[in-house]
């Protein structure tokens, strides 16, 4: 029992936060009843999908702040933006790759806020040779193979899409047009609030166990980049009509230019956001 109510504080507090500070979901304990089981779980893919689901709660107008593991979710922008690393301190190869980062000072009034314009303006303004497309080598899918799996994430009754495919840059390969990803038999979003429901089909539960039919033929889908930031050239149409080239209202701080058609962007401003 005291070793089941350790990791229920411990998995509540790093991997599934929440934001209600002192309380812990109660579905965490569902998987720390038989303590024979617990590397059965995928605990990795679980708390990717929990964040991608609170990504997603956080883009709501109702929502306020984030929660779910930010310390991933930080540790994959140093590894692949340097614009926004912080100091690093030397670490042996075994140690934790995210424990090297220096936490930033956090800052307050003015000081925030000028630093939140600047981010903006940084993220703006990145170019194709500002990211680290390879941070773990090009050869990291062949020491962890589920880093190609395709298909649904899950943690309880959260279930989120996974597609290596959109950012097979990651990987050392040509960025092409991924296929359409698994969607949700249905959803609901609530008009107000900032939390929304989706519901999958029984059948996705089976997919993580079938790896071999879920594993993305790396060889079979790209052919492998010249250029770190290699694309097709179509994918620049394809990219441009499902996100937002810019951060910063064209209103907002200093004037700046419309934003620019299809045919006048440049490369270098695409980028696909991929953990």
């Given at each position: 029992m005291e070793?089941?109510?350790?990791?229920?504080v411990l998995l509540g507090s790093t991997?599934?936060?929440?934001?209600?500070?002192?309380?812990?979901?109660?579905?965490?304990?569902?998987?720390?009843?038989?303590?024979r089981r617990l590397t059965d779980y995928a605990w990795g893919a679980g708390a990717l999908a929990y964040l991608y689901r609170q990504l997603g709660v956080a883009t709501r107008a109702g929502s306020k702040g984030l929660c779910g593991c930010l310390t991933l979710l930080q540790a994959w922008i140093y590894e692949y933006f340097p614009l926004f690393r912080?100091?690093?301190l030397p670490q042996s190869p075994d140690a934790p790759r995210a424990s090297s980062w220096i936490s930033p000072r956090l800052p307050s009034g003015d000081e925030a806020r000028q630093r939140l314009a600047?981010?903006?303006?940084l993220?703006?303004?990145?170019?194709?040779?500002?990211?680290t497309w390879t941070p773990y080598g090009r050869d990291g899918h062949t020491d962890i193979p589920?880093?190609?799996?395709?298909?649904?994430?899950?943690?309880?009754?959260?279930?989120?899409?996974?597609d290596p495919a959109r950012c097979?840059?990651?990987f050392g390969y040509r960025q092409i047009i991924p296929r359409a990803m698994t969607v949700?038999?249905?959803?609901?979003r609530p008009a107000s609030g900032s939390s929304y429901i989706v519901f999958w089909d029984p059948w996705v539960n089976q997919l993580w166990d079938n790896v071999a039919a879920r594993r993305l033929d790396l060889d079979f889908a790209s052919r492998p980049c010249e250029q770190p930031s290699e694309i097709v050239e179509e994918y620049v149409d394809w990219f441009l009509t499902r996100s937002h080239p810019r951060i910063t209202h064209p209103t907002d701080g200093e004037p700046q230019p419309r934003p620019l058609l299809v045919h006048q962007v440049s490369y270098d401003f695409l980028l696909l956001f991929q953990i």
């Open positions: 070793v089941q109510c350790y990791l229920f991997l599934f936060v929440d934001k209600s500070r002192d309380r812990l979901r109660p579905a965490i304990n569902l998987f720390l009843k038989d303590h912080p100091s690093q600047r981010y903006r303006q993220l703006d303004e990145l170019s194709a040779d500002d990211v589920r880093s190609l799996y395709t298909g649904p994430i899950r943690f309880s009754d959260i279930a989120e899409g996974y097979l840059r990651q949700p038999h249905d959803q609901y």
